[in-house]
């Protein structure tokens, strides 16, 4: 077994109709830019009717149509905030968590300490989370977590915690749920290692045309200069107006 084989994203999700929520976290092969991606899907009506909005440095879910929106405490939330040099991803209002923490002096574990699975039984759908962290050298490490039931009744939290020093054109992948199912499996193992290509448009579209066409539901790509700390954004909504 090859322990360390990287992937191509679209290998990483052939043949699976449902990963749930994503996200990947790398490097550019030339390593001159940090790489963060968040994309949704949905099975029912009410987690299909949602957009990815961007509002200054953050990332939202919101209601496609608001008129159709049911229950909105697990399917809206910021997914992606910028608190000072940290850039912070994750599936739920655990980034909130997670930026007021920075912001009081604690750190991405520490904060993610408060939090469990979400209250979703059967599913007991996992949070997952990512940061990066830029330093001054033009450099940067990035981290991940995932917060997952310890048996079917949700009676207890196991947390997951990975840092990672970034290799250029390596990414890692996290999501939530294994594959499609009633209820729905828990993602298990380490989080996949992700090739990551230079080009923000190459990577997007890859991802974007690899995930199941019937419950893909938005996007976010967003590339750093590790440099200039300039961005580059791609967004992908399947619901527009």
């Keep these: 077994m090859d322990v360390y084989k990287t992937l191509s994203f679209s290998e990483a999700v052939r043949g699976n109709a449902y990963p749930g929520r994503g996200i990947i976290a790398g490097e550019t092969p030339d390593g001159k830019k940090a790489v963060a991606a968040y994309f949704i899907m949905g099975r029912s009506e009410n987690s299909r009717n949602r957009v990815f909005t961007v509002k200054g440095d953050a990332v939202f879910t919101e209601p496609f149509d608001i008129s159709k929106l049911e229950d909105p405490s697990l399917i809206i939330y910021a997914a992606v905030r910028k608190v000072g040099s940290h850039l912070i991803v994750t599936n739920g209002n655990q980034t909130d968590t997670i930026a007021e923490g920075l912001n009081a002096g604690s750190d991405f574990h520490k904060s993610l300490k408060q939090r469990t699975f979400e209250p979703d039984a059967p599913n007991f759908t996992p949070r997952i989370s990512a940061e990066i962290v830029f330093d001054d050298q033009a450099g940067f490490d990035y981290r991940m977590s995932i917060l997952k039931s310890a048996d079917a009744e949700g009676t207890a939290c196991n947390r997951y915690g990975y840092e990672y020093s970034p290799i250029p054109g390596l990414g890692h992948f996290i999501h939530t749920y294994e594959c499609d199912g009633n209820p729905l499996p828990t993602f298990q ?3 996949a290692r992700i090739a990551v290509p230079d080009s923000i448009d190459e990577f997007a579209d890859e991802i974007w ?6 419950n893909k539901i938005s ?8 440099i200039s700390g ?3 954004t791609r967004l992908f909504n399947k619901n527009t107006k």
Excluded at 219 to 226: H, K
């Design 189 to 191: 193992g380490e989080p």
């Design 219 to 226: 996007l976010y790509v967003i590339y750093t200069d590790l």
């Design 209 to 214: 045309n690899a995930l199941d066409e019937n």
């Design 230 to 232: 300039e961005t580059e």
